[in-house]
């Protein structure tokens, strides 16, 4: 695969020649991760204290306003379009820290280290005499390839290629339309955790099964559809999407759930879920 000696250096390229083939994983990923975030209350930091403006991220997206502020944000994100990921990214939350550090922790870190250790096994299984002096170079066993990856360095730079990746991707687009290319994902990551949740013994399930999920899911899609409702699903008919939805025989607290993953437009989320919890039901 390569003209001169194996190494950490060239171990380097190999990660990033992994993270290329992985490119359109990692985009995907990046849809599935935003799935949500125009349902957010959108907050501005006003002369140092965070302070919610009483709209939604997607309500301020959808009328062309800022999500980021002029207190907050990374160099690197700065003149974002309005209302895109990039700008999306940029913005401040409840808690004062940014999206862009939710992102890199929950999507690009573990990705990268994930990219990382494919490239560590494609070394393993094509070089081996190769990997054999590289780990004793590093002063591993090989045993645990993540240890691997930590000791060689490689993920940093990796994660700053993934992040740009990730912006000449979908920087620019309206962050609606990313929540949108992210739907069928993450109703399958949403599957994945209630899955994982349910694993161990004796600890009751916090939510439907997979297979529950997704046939609800097929529900509320149908019921939509039947229904006639303008898709996406506006604001002033949050109330008549409840009655839909609960009309095909789902249960007022199995709706929040599946709001993220249905066609409904910003707000519209937040108002059916105003309503459940009015009507002393859980979401």
Do not use: K
Request: net charge negative; charged share 25%.
């Amino acid at each position: 695969m390569f003209d001169s000696d194996f190494g950490p250096d060239l171990m380097a390229l190999l990660s990033r020649e992994v993270l290329r083939e992985r490119g359109g994983a990692l985009i995907a990923e990046a849809c599935a991760w935003s799935v949500g975030l125009s349902d957010h209350d959108h907050h501005l930091r006003v002369r140092g204290r965070v302070t919610a403006t009483g709209l939604t991220l997607g309500a301020r997206a959808v009328t062309g306003q800022p999500l980021s502020g002029e207190e907050d944000g990374r160099l690197e994100l700065g003149d974002a379009r309005p209302g895109s990921f990039q700008d999306a990214l940029n913005a401040v939350t409840a808690d004062g820290t940014l999206y862009a550090e939710h992102f890199d922790r929950e999507v690009v870190e573990p990705f990268v280290l994930a990219t990382c250790v494919a490239a560590a096994e494609r070394a393993r299984e094509t070089r081996p005499a190769d990997w054999a002096e590289l780990l004793d170079e590093l002063g591993e066993d090989g045993g645990d390839l993540v240890e691997v990856v930590r000791v060689g360095e490689w993920e940093a730079p990796l994660r700053i290629e993934a992040e740009h990746l990730v912006l000449a991707a979908l920087g620019t687009v309206p962050l609606v339309e990313v929540e949108a290319e992210g739907l069928p994902l993450s109703l399958v990551r949403a599957a994945e955790a209630v899955t994982r949740a349910a694993a161990p013994a004796a600890v009751p399930e916090a939510g439907p099964a997979a297979d529950e999920l997704a046939g609800a899911l097929f529900l509320a899609e149908a019921a939509i559809s039947s229904a006639g409702l303008p898709v996406p699903v506006p604001v002033p008919a949050a109330d008549r999407l409840l009655d839909v939805l609960l009309g095909e025989g789902l249960l007022p607290e199995e709706v929040p759930a599946l709001l993220p993953h249905l066609p409904v437009a910003p707000g519209t989320a937040a108002e059916v879920r105003a309503t459940i919890a009015a009507l002393g039901h859980g979401g």
